[in-house]
T-cell receptor
């Protein structure tokens, strides 16, 4: 069965420092991987996706993600964090057979001034 | 283009009542999925509709049901509401299984409070 894991409930980082939010996945077949961000009382906003091709994927708001097949990871990164990046981040994998999006448990990112 | 629209944004219902939530997907999208989000359980998949047919169903009791209309708009219904049904209900739209590499777009959600 397809699954994703986000091992950290919360990540704290100082503004201006690089940030990483971790995600590992388990899929059979080609992985369709996504990152979403959620601000308080809002829906999820799409950040970026990996389908095939370059292992470094660039997305919205300066975020990027590194796909690593051997480590089955898809970590979200940003070179310089902003206070406004503070939010809940979800990693997701699409089940290629059912089209269902399977989400991780979410990681709360807190960026301190 | 217009995004995914969920109505209403907020609802307060009493235990035992029923509720209907609505979702209008992005124009051209034929797949609509519903999720329940609670602080304790995270994002839980409810069901997915494509071309008016339920393709997938999550592990929720029969009190939770849904449907999709010919214009791809979807509704979900919860009958005999329980306190534990209080949650943010999110709808997502996408092109569907013919385009698995395209992202799903989410609505703002409906915040349901059961008292």
């Amino acid at each position: 069965a397809q699954s994703v894991a986000q091992p950290e409930d919360q990540v704290n980082v100082a503004e201006g420092n690089p940030l990483t939010v971790k995600c590992t996945y388990s899929v059979s077949g080609n992985p369709y991987l996504f990152w979403y961000v959620q601000y308080p009382n809002r829906g999820l906003q799409f950040l970026l996706k990996y389908i095939t091709g370059d292992n470094l994927v660039k997305g919205s708001y300066g975020f990027e993600a590194e796909f690593n097949k051997s480590q089955t990871s898809f970590h979200l990164k940003k070179p310089s964090a902003l206070v406004s990046d503070s939010a809940l981040y979800f990693c997701a994998v699409r089940d290629g057979n059912t089209d269902k999006l399977i989400f991780g448990t979410g990681t709360r990112l807190q960026v301190f001034p | 283009k217009a995004g995914v629209t969920q109505t209403p944004r907020y609802l307060i219902k009493t235990r035992g009542q029923q509720v209907t939530l609505s979702c209008s997907p992005i124009s051209g999208h034929r797949s609509v999925s519903w999720y329940q989000q609670t602080p304790g359980q995270g994002l839980q998949f409810l069901f997915e509709y494509f071309s008016e047919t339920q393709r997938n169903k999550g592990n929720f009791p029969g009190r939770f049901s849904g449907r999709q209309f010919s214009n791809s708009r979807s509704e979900m219904n919860v009958s005999t509401l329980e306190l534990g049904d209080s949650a943010l209900y999110l709808c997502a739209s996408s092109f569907g299984p013919t385009d698995p590499n395209t992202e799903a777009f989410f609505g703002q959600g409906t915040r349901l409070t059961v008292v």
